[in-house]
């Protein structure tokens, strides 16, 4: 033990002994970030004073090295390009503010573009007027937490992500507010990542975007009014926990769209406002507990080939329609949910309703084939229609139900 | 004072005045009487904007009648089913028919008159046909108009009320007003009415005073010549 | 008119069947609120009771509050008082006291449940004024179909054959027409037709506030103009205060005819 302390202590001394701090400020005698970035060696830090640095295509490469903001300093790319380019490992930028990310059709210009990277922290940096935000390819081992993000994008074609992830693992992307980008999380080809406590708000296309990327955890986030809510597809193993889905409107807009999804849990989660809640498409094996859906157009759309999905102990309050289902059963279950709309009793006193809950109402069958009748909602001949079909059903499938629905809420 | 001239009415196919003319310009006491459907109560309504004329004119004092509603501030009107507003006490009742006209009213000497002083807190609904034909004759008589209307005001009286309500009809004849009456209670109208106005298919059949329908019926007895004057005409109701 | 209104209006409040209509939204709210203990699905409940309790209690009422005052007409008509004066006095003084019922009924509950505090608060606003609407409309149907009936029984039964064909049977015929022609573009038939029922009207009107993102998953641009903008709500609303003119404009001129 006390050797290794010596040890400790002679690592530090050596290495305050070798690592310089760089200053960069606009008066000194280093005015730029790319210059002192050339002088840094393998531990320096790089101490940058507020004020503008007009600079673009500032290149670290193979330097471990530390940038630390201090009252957020702008670097300004003025429209040209990617502002600063890393391919290193052991490195971070922390506290700076990149403005005026330039867009393009060929490149995707990024405020900070890592590239091959490794074992990285990108903290508390803010970001305006973006194109692509954080840009991450090929890397692992990497922290991206506390940055802030807002850009005005308006046409998709012309707008980048916020966080874009693209082959890459083990990364920690955690309490980041992105506003108004086209997909604020994007992970393409991304594993064994955690998603946590991130703000997605007005996003052009999605709040979180993720394709190819299995074992990843969703944790905490909430993610509101983007275009088209959250789009999840082609993975598996991923866990979705006490995330927040709110407000997501439009006739092609969701709070989390699952296409083929396989071996996943989603857990706590609220779906708020949203004009279809959950649409699953081709999803098996997927897990959905403990999550409250209040208010939303559709709660959960089932559409084709979809396997074993099992909902228990959701809360369904005050939807539109609870259950909009298409094709066949396929072992997708309900269990012990509760329905705000259920009308059955409880004779026992057990908690649980006598009678089995139908969740699919005829109107939404009929919704389905003409979509003018929407307009109908809620008036007394659709709600006796519906009544009768729940008495006997004769369109909707008949095992499609909830043999043990709840009396009261779950907690 | 009153001018009616060629007032037409017809309920859908069923024609009730049929041309009706008639003057009154004296003061006393007008007995309009007729058999049922003769459009007695047509006419009084019509005088009262309660019913509109198919054609025809009404001027009262001078005045056009027909779709105006000020002109009734100079007529007392006493209709024939005494009905009121269940739930208003008779007291709020009174209260309410003075606000509406905003006139001067002797309410209190009318209900001494006819010793409605116990019913006053009561609601219309609980009381007697008789009482509320009191309450009835109150309310018609309080105001000080010149032309009074009472479509049957025996109706439903006590013998001594009865005598009260001649008494009072008397003396608001002695004031100089008009009063007009239909009636089915033949002495009560021989004994009061200075005038006789019989209607027949909405007509005026014959109009002059009791001794003048006695003397061109050649019957002493008035009931008689009342019938008199229906079976020369072959009418079949004798129900007047 | 004025006079006629309060005496109207004082003769009601003290009948039984104000009170009874007043305790029934009473219970109705505490219910909802206190049992129930969820502010949406309270909303939504309260919903389905307006369009359809609001319309039917409010036609019953005109019917019967006509029908049962008619001595008290009579002597009024024999007054100095002006024909439409005497009537209209009467529809507001019904109308108006249903609606006193309505807002107390439900408004007491809800505000001891604290829902000033609460972001419900719109929706049940936007509740009590299509409640409102109803009342006033449906009132004015009632004294229309009265007017036009002197027979009690008939005027009932045309009065809840309108409640009938209204709540019901239009909704129904609708949707058949919509299945039948689903192959035509309907957006605009289905919100004209919207238009020419005061329930449906309320009815979108509340959805506006409940059910926005149901509304929104049609992709029609018909559809998406109307209810993504405030054109929906102004529209609908000002068909509303048509619907409440209308019957009302009709009920002076069959007055003014009208022989008693």
Known sequence: ?411 | MIRIKDLHKKFGSQVVLNGLDLDIEEQGIIAVLGPNGSGKTTLIKSILGMVVPDKGQIDLYEEIVIKRWKYRQNIDYLPQIANFPGNLKVMELITMIKDLRGKEARDQELIEFFKLQPYLDKKLNKLSGGTKQKVNLVLCFMFDSPLIILDEPTSGLDPISLLHLRDLIQQEKEKGKTILITSHIMNFVEEVADRIVFLLEGKIYFDGTVSQLKTNTRQQDFERAIANLLSEEYVQDFKI | MYKILKYSFFDLTRSSWSYVYFFFYLLLGITLLFLNNDLSTAVITLMNVIIMIVPLIGTIFGVMYYYNSREFTELLLAQPVKRSSIFLGQYFGVAISLSLSLILGLGIPFVAYGLFKSAVIWDFVMLLITGLFLTLIFSALAFNIALSHENKIKGFGYAILLWLFLAVIYDGLFLLSLVYFQDYPLDKFSLIATMFNPIDLSRILILLKLDISALLSYTGAVFKEFFGTPLGAVTSMGMLILWVVFPLLRMRQVIRKKDF
């Not at chain 1, 330039?102 to 940096?125: E, M, P, Q, Y």
């Not at chain 1, 506003?179 to 393409?188: A, K, P, Q, T």
């Open chain 1, 1 to 411: 033990m006390r050797k290794f302390s010596f040890l400790l202590f002679f690592f530090f001394c050596f290495s305050s002994l070798q690592a310089k701090e760089i200053q960069v400020c606009t008066s000194c005698e280093v005015n730029s970030l790319q210059q002192a970035v050339d002088m840094a060696v393998d531990g320096d830090v790089i101490r940058i004073k507020s004020g503008i640095y007009k600079e673009h295509g500032v290149e670290i490469l193979n330097k471990s090295i530390k940038i630390i903001g201090e009252g957020y300093p702008v670097i300004d790319a003025e429209m040209q390009g990617t502002a600063i380019t890393v391919k290193a490992e052991n490195f971070s930028i922390e506290g700076i503010k990149i403005i005026n990310i330039g867009t393009s059709h060929t490149n995707d210009f990024a405020a900070i573009l890592v590239s091959r990277s490794k074992n990285f922290r990108i903290v508390n940096n803010r970001f305006e007027n973006i194109f692509f935000g954080i840009l991450i390819e090929r890397s692992s081992a990497g922290t991206i937490s506390g940055n802030k993000m807002k850009s005005k994008s308006r046409i998709q074609a012309k707008s980048g992500n916020g966080i874009h992830m693209w082959h890459s693992e083990d990364l920690t992307v955690k309490n980041n507010e992105i506003i108004g980008v086209r997909d604020g999380i994007y992970l393409e080809f991304v594993n064994n990542c955690v998603i946590k406590e991130n703000l997605c708000k007005d996003n052009l296309r999605y709040g979180l975007h993720f394709m190819f990327s299995d074992h990843n955890e969703y944790l905490g986030n909430t993610f509101e009014n983007n275009g088209a809510g959250v789009a999840v597809m082609y993975s598996k193993f991923i866990e979705m926990r006490r995330n927040l889905f709110r407000k997501n409107w439009g006739s092609a807009s969701y709070g989390l769209l699952l296409k083929e999804i396989s071996d996943s849990e989603l857990i706590n989660n609220t779906f708020e406002d949203n004009t279809i809640a959950i649409s699953a498409d081709n999803t098996n094996r997927i897990n959905y507990r403990h999550n409250d859906f209040i208010s939303n157009g559709y709660a959960v759309r089932i559409r084709g080939a979809c396997y074993k999905n099992v909902f228990t102990e959701n809360n369904f309050l005050a939807n539109s329609f609870d259950v909009a289902y298409t094709g066949n059963i396929n072992e997708n279950e309900f269990l012990k949910n509760y329905w705000s709309e259920y009308t059955g009793y409880d004779l026992d006193k057990d908690g649980t309703g006598d009678v089995p809950y139908r969740p699919v109402k005829l109107f939404s069958y009929l919704v389905n084939r003409t979509p003018e009748a929407i307009i109908l909602l809620r008036s007394i001949f659709i709600g006796l229609l519906d009544f009768s079909e729940k008495v006997s059903p004769i369109f909707t499938p008949a095992e499609l139900i909830d043999p043990q629905p709840q009396m009261r809420k779950i907690k």
